[in-house]
């Protein structure tokens, strides 16, 4: 038995099938952005002779970021607005090896904070700012 579509029932099937697709496409590639967050990272330690300077733009990994130079390492780890960063600092003359830890909050998608060895030493500064693209 055949049955026949009016006019209208064509023309909503019609539209459905531009439709949904574009939608399903769009609601994928958010999700693509929203599962590769970025950092922007931005760090100085030392001074004179040891100062570095360091940061970029870096992934986030199941709220993991790593930052790696040969005077410097920095582990971040994001989950929600509370952050975490763990690294080590190598000055050149003389040569020794500081550990730091640094932890907060971040605020409208930016942190920054002084970066102070566990010995009570300040070391620097760092910031990062949260990006989504």
Excluded: C, W
Excluded at 20 to 42: C, H, I, M, N, Y
Excluded at 54 to 61: H, W
Excluded at 106 to 126: E, Q, Y
């Amino acid at each position: 038995m055949m049955h026949k579509f009016g006019p209208m029932a064509r023309f909503r099937v019609a539209v459905m099938a531009v439709v949904l697709p574009g939608l399903v496409a769009g609601a994928l590639s958010a999700a693509a952005v929203a599962a590769d967050p970025k950092v922007e990272f931005k760090i100085t330690v030392g001074e004179g002779a040891n100062e570095v300077n360091g940061g970029g733009r870096l992934y986030v990994d199941h709220g993991v970021f790593q930052y790696e130079t040969d005077n410097l390492n920095v582990t971040g780890k994001v989950a929600g607005d509370d952050i975490t960063l763990d690294g080590t600092f190598t000055t050149v003359k003389p040569q020794a090896t500081r550990t730091f830890k640094v932890a907060g909050k971040i605020v409208g998608g930016h942190f920054a904070s002084s970066v102070t060895a566990t010995d009570g030493k300040k070391l620097g500064s760092l910031s990062l700012d949260l990006k989504d693209e």
